[in-house]
């Protein structure tokens, strides 16, 4: 079946140290996304890509980083200078008719940092 | 502002309606959007609706969009306890296809 796969689920690291989250989609879908939801709170748009070895930054991408080698992965790196990094991270994607093509979501990746 | 605002909760009595509003500001927005999340999950897509129509129906979901008004609503028949969920609105907005304008979603609950 077609879909969003993000590992892993749960995920541990202490202050200081870098973490890669990662996002795999075989949905052959050009653009990719990268959110991160706080509790009561909407979805805040933290990068993008919409083609390979391009992407955009978002309105929360400090602290973060991204790389777009291949069409099928998106991962996501949590840097040490991200201020607040514990979260709940979802991955997205959309395809080629992006006018009329929603989001499709991952399960997320739940990030604890102490 | 640029926000797309629901409110925060809605307690509803099994077998009711359940009815989610939201309004948004752009409006210019093409596509308009309603995801469900349920605990530790990823988000659903449950329904769409194109800016120039006013109403969608899909099974128990209705769906109207006052354009006027920049609000959108999200009415739920027959609400059931798998309904409980969180229900984000969003909008994409014309002026920037690659994003999506998300709400701060409402946490629906059921009594019984």
Known sequence: DGG????PKYLF???????TLSCEQNLN??????????PGQGLRLIYYSQIVNDFQKGDIAEGYSVSREKKESFPLTVTSAQKNPTAFYLCAS??????????HF???TRLTVT | GEDVEQSLFLSVREGDSSVINCTYTDSSSTYLYWYKQEPGAGLQLLTYIFSNMDMKQDQRLTVLL???DKHLSLRIADTQTGDSAIYFC??????????IIFGSGTRLSIRP
């Open chain 1, 106 to 108: 991952g399960n997320g």
């Open chain 2, 66 to 68: 006052n354009k006027k």
């Open chain 1, 13 to 19: 690291r202490k202050e200081g140290q870098n973490v």
């Open chain 2, 90 to 99: 969003a909008e994409k907005r014309h002026s920037s296809a690659s994003k």
């Open chain 1, 4 to 7: 969003i796969t993000q590992s």
């Open chain 1, 29 to 38: 879908h050009d653009a990719m996304y990268w959110y991160r939801q706080d």
């Open chain 1, 94 to 103: 959309t395809g080629e008719d992006r006018n009329n093509s929603p989001l």
